[in-house]
C-alpha cells in the first residue's frame, strides 16, 4: 500500500467511500420498496421493478451480497487511511487511535447513515435503478455468499431457528381496511369509502340493513276489496308481500304492474290476486349481508323476507338495501322513504322509535353503538332498563335523545339533540 503514490491511495479512498455508501443505500431502499407498489411497476413492464422482485425473492442471497460488499468495502477503508496516518505522522498509539477515530466518522456519515436516510425516503428511485448492478454482484459473489450462508444456516440451526420461515405474509382485512384508509392523497374520498364499506360488510347481516317488520307495506288478503283496490292504488312500491290474516302467513310476492289488470276489473277477490302471485323468498335471520348478495345474484331476487328460527317474519331487505351498504344513500329516493332525515337549524330532528341505527350514524353523523340494539327503541329501552315515561333524556357521546312518546309499550318518536360542541361537525356529515 505505501508503494502507492498518494493520488492513487486517496482516489481508492474515494472509491470504497462510494461502493460502501451504494450498498448501504441499496439496503436500505430494497428493504423499503412498497411491495404493492412494485407488484404494480412489474404488471407495467418495468425492467428494474421485475429486477427488484426477483431479488427480493431471494432475499438471503441479495443481503449476503449487500453485506459482504459494504464489509470489504470498510474493511478496506481503515487499511487505507490507517496506512495513510502511519506513513505521514508515525507508527504510535495516538496516530492508531486517529485514524480508527476518523475511518469510523467517514463511514458512519457518508457511507451509513447519510446514504441510509436517503434510501429509506426515495426507495424506488434508487431501488430500481440498484437491481442491475445488484443483480451482477450477486452472480459474481455467487460461491462466497453461498459459503458464507451455509455457515449462518449452520449457526441458525443450532439456536432453532430455520431460515426462510415465516416469510410469507399475507394481509389481513383489517390491514387491507388500514392501507386504504391512509391512502387518502391518492385515491378519491368516494372510492375510499366504496372499499372501506365492502370490508365491512364481512361484520353485518341482513339484520342490520332491513326495514324492520313495522315498516313493511303488505297486502292483506283478508281486507275488503274497497281496501285491496285502495292499497294497490297507493302503492309505491314495485313489488309487495301478500299475506293472509297476519304477517308471519306471507303467501307471495305481489308485482304491482300485474295487479294494474285487477284495478280495471269492476270487481275481484283474494283469488284473483292469487293467481299473480309469485312465490315469496326467504332469508333466514343472522345471514351476512355479502353472502345475501350473492343469493340474490344466484336466484335472481330482489327482495327477501327476512325469518327467524321459528318461521316469525322480522323485516324485509331488497337488493337496494344492500347496494346501500356499499355506495352509500342513492341521491334519488323514491316516494314513502325518509327524505328528512337530516339535522334542523336549532341542530334537533324527530325519529321514529323503529328507525334503524345504522341508517341514523350514516345520515346524521352520529356513532350509536351498533353491537347491540338496532332500533333507536330497542338502544333506548336496553340503556334506561325499564319502560320510561315520555320527556326523558338519554345522552350517547356528543347526542341527547329525548323520549317524546309512548304508545303500546313501545317508544313512538324520539327527538335528538347534537350538543353544540359538535354541531357543526355533526350537520357536515349529514346525509354523507
Known sequence: MESLPLWAQLS???????????FSISETSMMALNRHRL??????GRRGAKL???????????????????????????????SLAISHFGNNDRVVLMASTLVALLIIIF???????????YPERIALPASGVLKALMTIAAPFVWAVNLIVRVLLLAIGVRAGAGQETRLSTEELRTIVLDS????????????????????????????????????????????????????????????????????GMLHIRRALSLLQRESFDSADIREVLSEPYFIPSGTPVFKQLQFFQENRQ????????????????????????????????GPGRDTGLEWDEDDTVMLEGTAILREINRRLGTKFPLDGPRTLNGLLLEELEELPEADVSVRF???VAEITQIENRTIRSVRLHLLPSQAGAGRGQAGS
Not at 12 to 22: D, G, I, K, R, T
Not at 307 to 322: K, R
Open 184 to 251: 387518502g392523497q391518492f385515491m378519491p374520498h368516494k372510492h375510499r369509502s366504496i372499499l372501506l364499506n365492502l370490508f365491512d360488510l364481512e361484520h353485518i347481516t341482513v339484520d342490520d340493513v332491513m326495514a324492520p317488520r313495522s315498516r313493511i307495506e303488505a297486502l292483506n288478503l283478508a281486507a275488503t276489496e274497497a281496501e285491496l283496490r285502495d292499497q294497490l292504488t297507493t302503492c309505491y312500491h314495485n313489488k309487495m308481500p301478500v299475506y293472509e290474516g297476519e304477517i308471519n302467513r306471507v303467501v
Open 52 to 82: 427488484a422482485t426477483e431479488l427480493l425473492g431471494q432475499t438471503e442471497k441479495l443481503l449476503g451480497t449487500i453485506l459482504l460488499g459494504n464489509n470489504v468495502a470498510n474493511t478496506a477503508l481503515t487499511a487505507i487511511v490507517t
Open 302 to 333: 330482489r327482495l327477501g323476507m327476512v325469518v327467524d328460527e321459528y318461521g316469525e317474519v322480522l323485516g324485509l331487505v331488497t337488493l337496494e338495501d344492500i347496494i346501500e351498504e356499499i355506495v352509500g344513500e342513492f341521491t334519488t329516493t
Open 397 to 399: 357521546g356528543d347526542v
Open 111 to 121: 457511507c451509513e447513515i447519510t446514504p441510509k436516510v436517503f434510501g429509506a425516503t
Open 12 to 22: 481508492a479512498l474515494f472509491v470504497l467511500l462510494l461502493m460502501s455508501a451504494f
Open 39 to 44: 407488484s404494480h411497476l412489474v404488471n407495467k
